[in-house]
């Protein structure tokens, strides 16, 4: 199970176990404060997740929408109690309702957590295995079977917390490594030396554009590869390393980065133009076309989605050198500078078409 499959599985189990405390008391005073509002909420929270788990979509929005209104109820109501746990659980109740209304998932367990720092999701998991054990003390008398499953559930979440921390501690050291290999590379030490992401990443995009103008494409995608594990911009350094990929003639590598960007995350045109870069490597020009023209129907003035496209018509069979033109003319008054090899192509192109159509003698 990958961690956001095990995060999700978490926020389940801790859930249920606290519906299950829930139930063992009548809700008497459902208005009658914070602990009760969250009871609530928590109550919805499993509804979404096992409509969610069943592929009932309109339930599973349903139920978070009620989970977030009461979230943000306490929030309103109750400012500050809890603070941390309230506003992950409000941007977590949020998130799933806007994937599952994209359709980018069917399952909770398919999706992300929300975007945070990994201190503050340790700092919510403590709050919640806190609450639970003291829901459970209070069900405890009367339901001593539930209460035997519940702390076993409880003891889960304990060892993925300590793993989420064990993680957290490994994604520092794994910073620390690669600002070491800035320095190795001969980045600047002002810039290196730091351990914000937003620097780490800006030294780390120029430094693999020096690698690139000194045509050391293999350090510059090593680096690059080991920022997307770390940093939070991880989309942006998988393009990169797939253009560096391409640069040294490792196209297959490319298309393994990329291909989600072709179906999970079909809107990312840079992504679909090195795709399309890296099939025609291949010489796979049909799935290049695809590629490329998804990357133009999303950015319709890049140049380069135009250029590749007039290289894609002069390399299908038969080629079709009126297209070729167009786009390549598109591109040139995009910007891009003449290229004589592909003019020379251009023109043979012509001449092979004009010789098949004249009539034989």
């Known amino acids: 199970m990958d961690k956001a499959g095990k995060g999700k599985r978490a926020v389940v189990l801790l859930a249920a176990g606290m519906l299950a405390a829930v139930s063992v008391r009548a809700q008497t005073n459902a208005a009658g404060g914070a602990e009760d509002i969250l009871r609530q909420a928590y109550v919805a929270v499993v509804d979404a997740e096992l409509a969610g788990v069943e592929q009932r979509v309109e339930e599973a929005v349903s139920g978070y929408r009620k989970a977030a209104s009461l ?7 109750y400012p500050g109690w809890r603070e941390d746990m309230v506003s992950y659980r409000v941007a ?51 339901e001593g079977r539930k209460t035997i499953l519940l702390e076993q559930e409880i003891r889960q979440l304990s060892g993925e917390r300590d793993q989420a921390i064990r993680q957290a501690q490994a994604a520092v050291r794994q910073a620390a490594r690669l600002e070491a290999k800035l320095r190795k590379y001969g980045q600047g030490e002002a810039e290196a030396s730091t351990n914000a992401p937003v620097l780490l990443a800006a030294a780390i995009r120029s430094e693999s554009a020096r690698l690139m103008r000194e045509e050391q494409f293999g350090k510059a995608f ?11 911009d991880r989309g942006e350094f998988d393009i990169l390393a797939a253009v560096a ?10 298309v393994g980065l990329l291909r989600p960007y072709d179906t999970r995350k079909p809107s990312n045109a840079d992504a679909l133009l090195t795709l399309g870069t890296a099939w025609m490597g291949l010489g ?7 590629a490329t023209e998804k990357a133009l129907a999303l950015h319709p003035e890049s140049a380069e989605a135009h250029y590749n496209m007039a290289q894609i018509f002069l390399t299908l069979r038969p080629a079709d ?19 004589p090899d592909l003019e020379n192509n251009l023109r043979m192109a012509f001449i092979i078409s004009h010789l098949k159509k004249r009539p034989a003698k």
């Open 71 to 77: 979230f943000g109820r306490l929030q309103a109501e």
């Open 92 to 142: 977590d109740c949020q998130n799933m309702i806007a994937l599952l209304e994209s359709g980018a998932v069917t399952n909770k367990a398919a999706a992300e957590i929300p975007a945070a720092s990994a201190e503050a999701r340790l700092r919510v998991l403590a709050q919640e295995l806190k609450l639970a054990r003291a829901w459970l003390a209070q069900g405890e008398a009367s």
């Open 222 to 232: 090593d680096l690059l590869r080991e920022a997307a594990d770390v940093l939070p």
């Open 245 to 254: 990929a391409c640069r040294a003639g490792r196209f297959d590598v490319a």
């Open 284 to 290: 796979r020009i049909g799935e290049a076309r695809v």
């Open 321 to 339: 050198p009126v297209a070729a033109e167009k786009h390549y003319q598109r591109a040139r008054e995009l910007g891009l500078p003449a290229d």
